[in-house]
C-alpha cells in the first residue's frame, strides 16, 4: 500500500506514478490527518511505502505522528519517497528512525526533486518549466517503484555534514520560528468560496462573515495559498506576484 500526504500535488503525482507501475494500491493521508486517526492493518508481506514533501530537511512532523499512532504488523517492510524543491538532508535517517521505534523493516529513503511550492520562502516555476521539472522526475519515480516490486531497498544517499546541520539543527528552529500562519492575508479578490477551508488538511483555517480566518496551527503545507481560484490569499508581502505552483498533472 502507498500512503500519501500531499500539499499541492507533487506527492500525490509521484504516490499514483509509483502505484501504477508497482500495481500497490494508494491511500490519501489528508482524511487520517484532520481526523486524528491512523493507519491500522497492514499486511506484513505488502510493503508499506511512505510519500510526502520534505518539510525543513525532515518528513512533515504530522505525518510521523500519524504513522507513530498506527498499527503495523512487526517487519513490515517500509519506503520513504520524499519530494522536494532541491535536496532532503539528513530525512533518511529520521525515517530509518521511526522504523526502528514501530518495528519496521526499513527499506531506505528516496530523494525526488520537483517543483518548488513552498512561496512563503522561495519562488515557484511556471507552468512550462514546472513540467519540464516533473518530466525530468518520473524515470527516478519509475526506479523506485521497479525496487519496491522486487523487494529490494532504495539506494543510499551520501549525507554531508551540512545535510546533518539542516535536518538537525535548522529544522527544529524553521519548525518553531518560521512556520505559523500570522501573515496570511486576503485581499478583496476572495469570494468567500471555502475551498481554502475545506482543503486544509489540519482544519486551522475558519470561514467567517465570508472570509477565512487562520487558527494558529499551520503547517506551511500552502494548498490555501496555491489552491485558491482568485489567488487572493497572501503570505505577507512575499507572496506576492509569484506564480502559485500546484503539480500540473494532478
Not at 507533487?10 to 508497482?22: D, H, M, P, V, W
Not at 543510499?156 to 500570522?182: L, Q
Amino acid at each position: 500500500m502507498i500512503f500519501y500526504f500531499s500539499g499541492t500535488g507533487n506527492s500525490e503525482f509521484a504516490a499514483k506514478r509509483i502505484g501504477e507501475l508497482s500495481g500497490d494500491d494508494i491511500c490519501d493521508l489528508r482524511p487520517m490527518i484532520r481526523e486524528g486517526t491512523g493507519i491500522d492493518g497492514t499486511d506484513k508481506e505488502e510493503p508499506a511505502v511512505f510519500v510526502m514533501p520534505v518539510y525543513g530537511w525532515r518528513m512533515p512532523r504530522i505525518v510521523e505522528a500519524l504513522i507513530r499512532r498506527s498499527e503495523f504488523a512487526e517487519g513490515t517492510p517500509a519506503y520513504f519517497v520524499l519530494t522536494c524543491g532541491s535536496e532532503m538532508g539528513n530525512a533518511a535517517a529520521y525515517a530509518g528512525k521511526l522504523c526502528a521505534d514501530k518495528g519496521l523493516k526499513y527499506m531506505g529513503c528516496g530523494e525526488l526533486v520537483m517543483p518548488e511550492n513552498y512561496i512563503a520562502m522561495f519562488d515557484a516555476p511556471r507552468e512550462e518549466e514546472a513540467r519540464q521539472i516533473v518530466k525530468a522526475a518520473v524515470p527516478l519515480m519509475d526506479i523506485y517503484a521497479g525496487l519496491i516490486s522486487e523487494g529490494k531497498p532504495f539506494p543510499e544517499k551520501t549525507v554531508g555534514i551540512a545535510d546533518r546541520i539542516k535536518s538537525t539543527i535548522v529544522n527544529p528552529i524553521f519548525c518553531r520560528y518560521i512556520v505559523g500562519d500570522k501573515k496570511f492575508r486576503v485581499d478583496d479578490r476572495c469570494t468567500g468560496c471555502g475551498r481554502c477551508e475545506a482543503a486544509c488538511p489540519v482544519g486551522d483555517i475558519k470561514m467567517a462573515d465570508g472570509r477565512p480566518g487562520w487558527q494558529g496551527r499551520c503547517i506551511h503545507c500552502m494548498d490555501c495559498i496555491t489552491g485558491c481560484p482568485e489567488e487572493a490569499i497572501e503570505y505577507g508581502g512575499i507572496s506576492t506576484g509569484k506564480p502559485r505552483y500546484r503539480c500540473p498533472d494532478v
